[in-house]
């Protein structure tokens, strides 16, 4: 049993492999699993790794967030050296010289996924100006992190949640308030929405999705409320307070459910919608954010049961990495193909045509 919330985590690299599994395309192993042995919970478990089509959530909307979430609750953990360094005891304290250095880190951070987004999205194809998409996933990670930082580093605790209810309750009145020409306020369509007018009057070249992108401008704003809610729970879990670990975990999943009931009454008005990503989509995913991290710490750093982890721990230790190959850099599928091709004739028809969905 590890009860220390010192040092690094194991189970957030475990968590960030656990999401990376599934963006490395892991998704097609359950639906050649849905088609080879069509039950019922592998129908299920396929239908739910597609993305929702516009309103609603399904667990595929759920992997981009869980790696923002992350990305915030190692912040308090990434600072601490320098916090002790320094004889301070919160990042608010740190000298201004020190903080300079962390902020001329984070923006070179930043700006390397904002570049390597790029990459991801063909701008050396070269095809020219109009026809690049600009606006990626690794850089609203990238941008969503710095500002997050940037709060965490000068407000208190106090004031870090101001933040973050001022933010998701400022995108939701900006959302629904402020008109949009030739449609007026609140709609909240792909081509109606605030969101999406922002995108195509403001965002360079191409847009994802011809009328919005779905990591644009506007909708970046609100990512950086879930990288602060990561930022809260590292905060808590390793503060030093009267609670045990067992409290802690106990106080977090409470969190979390309180958090996925707000989503689920907000969505009332204000609906779900990963592609705009409504102050709702933040509640309820952050709530359930909170429970996969609370799980796989209860497992991993808790209990410390951390073998059956390994591969999840190294993919989440080179996560960008594996995401950028993911994308295009690396041809899996080719590579499957070449190393296991042959062994697929010695399998059954049913289970020969799972190996082959796989493969191609």
Same mark, same amino acid.
């Given at each position: 049993m590890?009860?220390?919330?010192?040092?690094?985590?194991?189970?957030?690299?475990?968590? %960030?492999?656990?999401?990376?599994?599934? &963006?490395?395309?892991?998704?097609? &192993?359950?639906?050649?699993?849905?088609?080879?042995?069509?039950?019922?919970?592998?129908?299920?478990? @396929?239908?739910q790794?597609?993305?929702?089509?516009?309103?609603?959530?399904? #667990?595929?909307?759920?992997?981009? =967030?869980v790696?923002?979430?992350?990305?915030g609750?190692?912040?308090?953990?990434?600072?601490?050296?320098?916090?002790?360094?320094?004889?301070v005891k919160?990042?608010q304290?740190?000298?201004? *010289?020190?903080?300079?250095? &962390?902020?001329?880190?984070?923006?070179?951070?930043?700006?390397?996924l904002?570049?390597?987004? #790029?990459?991801?999205?063909?701008?050396? %194809?070269f095809?020219?100006?109009?026809h690049? %998409?600009?606006a990626?996933?690794?850089?609203?990670?990238?941008?969503?992190?710095?500002?997050?930082?940037?709060?965490?580093?000068?407000?208190?605790?106090?004031?870090?949640?101001?933040?973050?209810?001022?933010?998701?309750?400022?995108? *939701? /009145?900006?959302?629904?308030w402020?008109?949009?020409?030739?449609?007026?306020?609140? /709609?909240?369509?792909?081509?109606?929405?605030?969101?999406?007018?922002?995108?195509?009057?403001?965002?360079?070249?191409?847009?994802?999705? $011809?009328? *919005?992108? =779905?990591e644009?401008?506007?909708?970046?704003?609100?990512? +950086?409320?879930?990288?602060?809610?990561?930022?809260?729970?590292?905060?808590?879990?390793?503060?030093?307070?009267?609670?045990? +670990?067992?409290?802690?975990? !106990?106080?977090m999943?409470?969190?979390?459910?309180? !958090?996925?009931?707000?989503?689920?009454?907000?969505? +009332?008005? #204000?609906?779900?919608?990963k592609?705009?990503? $409504?102050? @709702?989509?933040?509640?309820?995913?952050?709530?359930?954010?909170? !429970?996969?991290?609370v799980?796989?710490?209860?497992?991993?750093?808790? #209990?410390?049961?951390?073998?059956?982890?390994?591969?999840?721990?190294?993919?989440?230790?080179? @996560?960008?990495?594996?995401?950028?190959?993911?994308?295009?850099? /690396?041809?899996?599928?080719?590579?499957?193909? *070449?190393?296991?091709?042959?062994? +697929?004739?010695f399998?059954?028809?049913?289970?020969?045509?799972?190996?082959?969905?796989q493969?191609?």
């Open positions: 590890n009860n220390s919330t010192n040092g690094r985590l194991i189970s957030l690299d475990a968590l %960030r492999g656990f999401v990376m599994f599934w &963006i490395m395309s892991g998704e097609h &192993i359950i639906h050649a699993l849905a088609k080879a042995a069509p039950i019922p919970i592998f129908i299920w478990m @396929s239908s790794l597609h993305h929702a089509e516009w309103n609603g959530i399904t #667990f595929y909307d759920m992997i981009f =967030p790696f923002l979430f992350v990305a609750v190692s912040m308090p953990y990434s600072f601490e050296k320098k916090m002790t360094l320094a004889g919160t990042p304290q740190l000298p201004s *010289y020190e903080k300079r250095k &962390i902020y001329l880190s984070m923006l070179r951070r930043t700006c390397i904002l570049v390597l987004g #790029f990459v991801v999205n063909g701008l050396l %194809r095809d020219g100006f109009d690049t %998409r600009f990626s996933v690794l850089g609203r990670i990238g941008l969503a992190w710095f500002f997050a930082g940037i709060i965490y580093l000068n407000f208190d605790f106090k004031k870090q949640l101001i933040w973050f209810f001022g933010i998701l309750i400022g995108y *939701y /009145v900006a959302m629904k402020i008109p949009v020409p030739d449609f007026g306020a609140g /709609v909240l369509t792909k081509e109606g929405s605030l969101e999406g007018y922002i995108d195509r009057l403001l965002l360079p070249g191409r847009l994802h999705s $011809t009328v *919005y992108d =779905p644009g401008i506007f909708s970046t704003i609100p990512a +950086i409320a879930t990288a602060l809610l990561g930022v809260f729970i590292g905060t808590f879990l390793k503060a030093k307070c009267p609670f045990s +670990i067992k409290v802690k975990l !106990l106080l999943a409470l969190t979390a459910t309180v !958090l996925i009931i707000a989503g689920l009454i907000w969505d +009332i008005n #204000f609906p779900i919608n592609h705009l990503w $409504t102050s @709702s989509f933040v509640c309820f995913v952050g709530g359930f954010s909170i !429970l996969f991290f799980f796989f710490y209860l497992i991993i750093d808790y #209990f410390g049961f951390q073998k059956w982890a390994f591969p999840l721990i190294l993919i989440g230790s080179n @996560s960008i990495l594996i995401y950028i190959a993911a994308e295009g850099l /690396v041809d899996f599928k080719h590579t499957a193909d *070449y190393v296991f091709g042959g062994l +697929i004739n399998t059954s028809l049913t289970w020969r045509f799972f190996l082959l969905y493969l191609h």
